[in-house]
């Protein structure tokens, strides 16, 4: 299983960043997956998580109305487009699955969101 995060960056308050998952490994198709943030000197956050299909989504309350997670089965791949951006959104995005039991999580992205 790999799960490679991509699309982290610096941005100014207020803007926005496209991250993106790409999974091998494993069939993608079939399950959830979900994104996490860790700030500095903070607990692991689940930011969003997504159904094997799209249909089921769940946010955290800090990033509702702002990210949107969404899948395309076909590219192995998830996204999650994040706007309005805060400073307090500033951490290492990570990607994660649940498979058979096993926790798998990617290297991460950092997002910092500063003027």
């Known amino acids: 299983v790999q799960l490679v995060e991509s699309g982290g960056g610096l941005v100014q308050p207020g803007g926005s960043l496209r991250l993106s998952c790409a999974a091998s490994?494993?069939?993608?198709?079939?399950?959830?997956m979900r994104w996490y943030r860790q700030a500095p000197g903070k607990e692991r956050e689940l930011v969003a998580r997504?159904?094997?299909?799209?249909?089921?989504?769940l946010y955290a309350d800090s990033v509702k109305g702002r990210f949107t997670i969404s899948r395309d089965n076909a590219k192995n791949t998830v996204y999650l487009q994040m706007n309005s951006l805060k400073p307090e959104d500033t951490a290492v995005y990570l990607c994660?699955?649940?498979?058979?039991?096993?926790?798998?999580w990617g290297q991460g992205t950092q997002v910092t969101v500063s003027s």
């Open positions: 490994g494993f069939t993608f198709s079939v399950y959830g």
């Open positions: 997504i159904s094997s299909g799209g249909g089921n989504i």
């Open positions: 994660f699955v649940l498979r058979s039991g096993e926790a798998y």
